[in-house]
């Protein structure tokens, strides 16, 4: 689908923002939908601001693992005969039998980014690459806003501009990286979403001094890293917390990760969804895998031994400034334990600090007030993931991300994504079957005058 100055006149029943593996999933769940119906297709269209599939490409370090299982995965949880599936891409591979003889439920981070992208290949009819949605409106009607319409601008990687019309969109426009208060990325202060690309555009023999902010997965990760890579520099974790906290993927735990963990989510008390962050956060935020922990334990232990020291940790700290100095960055370090402040001097300092969620608003603008919001100011969200209207608005606005707070710790994880988009896509289709037989119902015909 190319990108003009005009407006698209066709109506899509879905216009997806953002081609990550959430839409991704989306638009295999419709596109499946669309083959049990041949004669009624699915209109739906995906737009990517990246040039090309990617996810989270700047932290596929070598040999890092999933923290999900294979099965996971774009589809089979929804649909196992899918052929979408991991299964199917290995069988697609010709690496299912090796992959089976591996006996492992957790492919490398690479393999499965390779699934991803040969799942967007399939689909590739769908998506338009260099896309950047720069707003949504309701259509205009006659004299007023159509209620069951939806306008989304969209500017191309040439500057030009269309708008297209549907009945529905789906937002999945991911996380923002998130860095503490005063701190800007620059060459040398990296965010871990930039982390592969900034490393490798520096030669290692300029990186003596690095430096690591986190206490989770992506920074133990980085750290191991480093540590391999840069044989002569100095690495120094600086983790706000006393030490790494294991992640708990027991059977028992990882329920809150199943489909119908969602429902009793949703329809639970608040003191329940409380219960769930509270006892269940260590399943996935601010924690890392029990190995990652042994290995770097074990390397400081070595170097304990030897007594050639280069991996340093310093726990229960925080970063209190960061400043250029030259082509150095020198970083202020304040310990939660006596108060006291520490200067660092370093080559590069990478944040590992997370990511804020996807807020709706940023796209929706104005027309953000037509949706209801909670008393704590979040946005009210029907167990379909669709926003809850303030108004007559029957157009769907869907989110594949920013629920937590509706939907629970799943809502923007890989764990639930082939239930979570085969709901939507339910959704979507139940609702065009609703509008076709009102449009066809006869109209009664009024009684005759006395």
Known sequence: MGITGRRNQEIYDVVGIGFGPSNLSLAIALDEHGASAPQHPVKAHFFERQPSFGWHRNMVLPST?????????LATFRNPM???????????????????????FF???????????????????????????????????????????????????????????ARNVAISTGLVPRLPEGVTADERV????????????QSPDDLKSVAVVGAGQSAAEITRFLHDSLPHAQVRAIVPSYGYSVADDTPFANQVFDPT????????????????????????????????????????????VSGVKRLHFS???????????????QVVLRSLLDDRTEELSVDA??????????????LLGDFDRHFQRDAAGRHRVERDYRLVPASDLTCGVYL???????????????????????????????RRTERELERDRPVEAAPPAA
């Open 65 to 73: 693992t999933m923290q999900i299982s294979f099965m996971k995965d």
């Open 82 to 104: 899918s052929r979408f599936t991991f299964i199917s891409y290995l069988h697609a591979s010709n690496r299912l039998v090796q992959f089976v003889n591996n006996q492992d």
């Open 107 to 165: 492919p490398t981070r690479k393999e499965f980014h390779q699934y991803l992208e040969w799942a967007a290949a399939g689909l590739a009819d769908r998506v338009t690459y260099g896309a950047e949605v720069t707003s949504i409106r309701p259509a205009a009607g006659s004299g007023d806003l159509s209620p069951d319409l939806l306008e989304v601008e969209v500017r191309g990687a040439d500057g030009t501009t269309s708008v297209v019309t």
């Open 190 to 201: 990296w965010h871990s979403s930039q982390f592969l690309g900034r490393f490798n555009a």
């Open 261 to 304: 963990a969602v429902d009793d989510y949703y329809f639970g008390t608040d003191r329940g969804r409380d219960a769930f962050w509270r006892y269940h956060r260590n399943t996935n935020y601010s924690v890392v895998d029990a190995d990652v922990i042994r290995d770097l334990y074990q390397r400081a232990y070595a170097e304990e």
């Open 315 to 329: 726990n229960l700290t925080r970063v209190a400034e960061v400043r250029r100095a030259g082509s150095a960055t």
């Open 349 to 362: 300092l990478v944040f590992a600090t997370g990511y804020d969620g996807m807020d709706p608003a940023r």
């Open 400 to 430: 594949q991300g920013g629920t937590e707070h509706s939907h629970g710790l799943s809502s923007s994880l890989l764990s639930n994504i082939a239930v979570r988009s085969g709901e939507i896509a339910d959704s979507i289709m139940l």
